[in-house]
């Protein structure tokens, strides 16, 4: 689907194409490293993410912060094994008219938009799991 068609490189340096999600429902945080509510939701995504790695992928896409920041925050709430595209330049964040931190957008596996916005962590567990099927 064409909201799946964008590449980026992660915060590890290594090269991402969101095309290789198709067919999957994916859910994108868009997180800044000075962010407060990101942190508190950063705990969630590093509880979930392993949980649900190969039914719904969380892909986070770090924006308004010094590369250095970013990867402190993702060593510091241990999202290492989560993919962080960095996105310092916003790209990412225009194309999906992220204006605010701390959102997430979630696609269903036909390329939909089914969600755009805030969700704390009790929220954004019970999202992941039904779109998992659990």
């Not at 969630?44 to 925050?73: C, H, N, Q, S």
């Not at 701390?102 to 799991?129: C, P, Q, Y």
Request: proline share 4%.
């Amino acid at each position: 689907p064409d909201v799946l068609r964008f590449t980026g490189t992660t915060l590890g340096g290594a090269a991402f194409d969101a095309a290789q999600l198709a067919g999957k429902p994916v859910v994108l945080w868009f997180w800044a490293p000075w962010c407060a509510t990101c942190a508190s939701q950063a705990w969630t995504v590093a509880e979930i993410e392993p949980r649900y790695r190969d039914t719904v992928p969380i892909v986070g896409v770090a924006g308004l912060g010094e590369r250095k920041a970013m990867k402190e925050f993702v060593t510091e709430f241990d999202l290492g094994a989560t993919p962080q595209i960095e996105d310092t330049k916003g790209a990412l964040w225009k194309r999906f008219k992220v204006t605010e931190q701390s959102i997430f957008v979630i696609i269903d596996r036909n390329g939909t938009v089914v969600h755009h916005g805030f969700l704390d962590g009790e929220a954004l567990t019970a999202k992941v799991a039904a779109l998992a099927g659990a």
